[in-house]
């Protein structure tokens, strides 16, 4: 897809692609594999969005066995329904094993993860209610309803929240 | 090097942020804290592949040169609730506890560093367990009685890992203890102190009056809660008794990474701070837990407090916590002087920069809070 079908057909959704391609390719030099985030870039992916379809912003961590999880169910959930999309944020800085950690979920997803800014104001950014559990994870039914929940999330409640098969 | 008085005491950490934008790994505030028997302060830090020792002959005013604390590089957890942690021998010699993470994710290896008085270098570090799966043996911590016996606790799963081999449903992770009775140098099998602890918070020591060790860490309770559990050591390290230490009935599966504190007052009164989830608020709580309860439960700070820590000398407490504003962090504070039962509140330091948790310390009868700033170094608070 050229940069160019993004103005002939500038859907709130290429927007927003193409906003991100434009920060991936500004701030992931030193880790391929994410896009890293401060104050400023973080806040936005947890806000009510105009995306009419089902969308996870799911927080982990390389220590947090219970993210990957819902990591995992989420990848399931993903072949079965190709309109749900899922953005991880990693809650660190990514060295080498982080890629690999979520590589082994078989989830595909937009990558994230906290970048040198301060991670008690990415963490302010993203959502000032969260206290720093994990797994953290934002279930956006597409409809206009939003939830964050922490903890394990089950195939079942992720479908029922999101109207996924 | 050397530190003229006055300097802020930031030295030059390979990855500490000064402000600019850099793709390095953020190197881990995390830094151990305490006066010595010699009044002086000691704060061991992470560099690279190594600790570091600083001591300051001035209230952390200015800095001796560091000196390192293992000689042969290698891996070490410095980074929030996993931070390495100092006590004194009854010798006199400084001991270092860390954890030295493996390969695979969630392992690690628990391993202690004895510099004895007198001496400008550290003995060769040691693994205190005996298991040497890699497997998780992470967030230790370590007390010295008045007898000399030297126990280091940590999270261990390697009930864990041979319920797994069974096919067998186990909740979380387990604490083990290793006790010394040379001051260090060498360390008795490990004995498990309980299964179903939470996996990823740092455990709280304090002694008793009579110098027995007491642990509180946070628990997997059935079948999810993760309150708080509370036990005295015997000097093998196994447990006289464990209680539940609080509850507020936190149902999740998930890792708070958030520990709690512990201090015993000077009539044998336990005084203790944790982070939950009560009625679906977050808060940091302070409580006397007992065996029939928790006495005087109240929550700590804001929305935001995190982290705290606490220390008492007599009838006096101290609870400092640190709690992130939207552009600062600040450190706050709560002083007691009638064990827990009145509280006034203390505004103690901010900075727009990262800031480790905050270590809360005695001396002398007198309490001070411990402060590792990205901007401005080590930072002792003398509490009013």
Redesign the interface.
């Known amino acids: 897809m050229s940069p160019s079908s993004f103005r002939a057909h500038p859907t709130p959704m290429k927007r927003f692609l193409a906003l991100l391609f434009a920060i991936a390719a500004a701030t992931t030099?030193?880790?391929a594999d994410f896009t890293?985030l401060?104050r400023t870039s973080a806040h936005p992916l947890t806000q009510p969005r105009a995306d009419a379809r089902p969308t996870v912003v799911a927080l982990w961590?390389?220590?947090?066995?219970?993210?990957k999880?819902n990591l995992r169910t989420l990848a399931g959930l993903s072949k079965a329904n190709p309109h749900l999309r899922v953005l991880t944020i990693a809650a660190e800085?990514p060295?080498d094993?982080t890629a690999p950690?979520i590589d082994k979920t078989g989830l595909k997803s937009e990558r994230f993860a906290f970048?040198?800014d301060?991670?008690?104001?990415i963490?302010?950014a993203l959502d000032?209610?969260w206290?720093?559990?994990?797994?953290?994870t934002y279930l956006f039914d597409g409809k206009g309803h939003v939830q964050a929940r922490?903890?394990?999330i089950s195939a079942a409640e992720f479908r029922a929240i999101l109207g996924l098969k | 090097m050397g530190l003229a008085a006055g300097a802020p005491g930031v030295f030059a950490h390979e990855g500490v942020?000064h402000g600019d934008?850099?793709?390095?790994?953020?190197a881990g505030l995390a830094t151990a804290a305490a006066f010595g028997p010699d009044g002086r302060l000691y704060a061991v830090d992470k560099d690279g592949g190594h600790l570091v020792l600083h001591i300051s002959d001035d209230d952390g005013a200015s800095w001796r040169s560091p000196v390192r604390v293992n000689v042969e590089p290698e891996s070490i957890a410095a980074d929030g609730d996993s931070q390495p942690r100092i006590a004194f021998a009854t010798d006199g010699a400084l001991l270092v506890s860390w954890t030295k993470p493996l390969t695979r994710?969630?392992t690690g290896e628990i391993r202690l560093a004895r510099l004895d008085p007198g001496t400008g270098t550290f003995d060769a570090p040691i693994t205190v367990h005996r298991d040497r799966a890699e497997i998780t043996h992470r967030f230790q911590n370590l007390v010295v009685s008045p007898d000399g016996h030297v126990t280091v606790i940590w999270i261990d799963k390697r009930d864990q890992e041979a319920a797994k081999a069974r096919k067998q449903a186990y909740r979380g992770a387990a604490i083990y203890t290793a006790v010394s009775s040379d001051g260090g140098r060498h360390f008795a099998e490990e004995r498990r102190v309980a299964d179903y602890s939470c996996?990823?918070c740092r455990i709280a020591l304090a002694s008793d009056p009579d110098g027995t060790p007491v642990a509180m860490w946070r628990h997997v309770f059935a079948p999810n809660e993760r309150d708080h559990a509370l036990a005295r050591l015997r000097p093998d390290g196994t447990p006289e008794s464990v209680i539940r230490a609080t509850n507020d009935h936190w149902r999740?599966?998930?890792?708070?990474?958030?520990g709690p504190g512990l201090t015993v007052d000077g009539s044998g009164v336990r005084h203790a701070v944790w982070?939950s989830?009560r009625n679906g608020e977050?808060h940091v709580f302070y409580g006397r837990p007992t065996p029939s309860g928790v006495e005087g439960q109240i929550p700590v700070g804001g929305?935001?407090a995190?982290h705290a820590d606490i220390a008492s000398t007599g009838q006096t407490l101290a609870i400092v916590w640190t709690e992130?504003d939207?552009?600062r962090?600040q450190l706050r504070g709560l002083r007691s002087n009638d064990g827990g039962h009145n509280f006034t509140a203390l505004d103690i330091a901010t900075t727009a920069?990262?800031?480790d948790q905050p270590r809360a310390l005695v001396r002398g009868g007198k309490l001070y809070a411990f402060w590792r700033q990205?901007d401005a170094g080590y930072r002792l608070y003398a509490l009013p």
């Open positions: 030099a030193g880790a890293l401060d961590a390389s220590d947090c066995v219970y993210c999880r800085m060295g094993a950690e970048g040198s301060m991670p008690e104001a963490s302010f000032p209610d206290r720093g559990e994990l797994p953290r922490s903890g394990v | 942020e934008v850099t793709h390095t790994p953020r994710p969630y996996e990823c999740v599966d998930a890792c708070p990474h958030q982070f989830m977050g929305p935001r995190a992130f939207g552009t962090n920069g990262g800031a990205a």
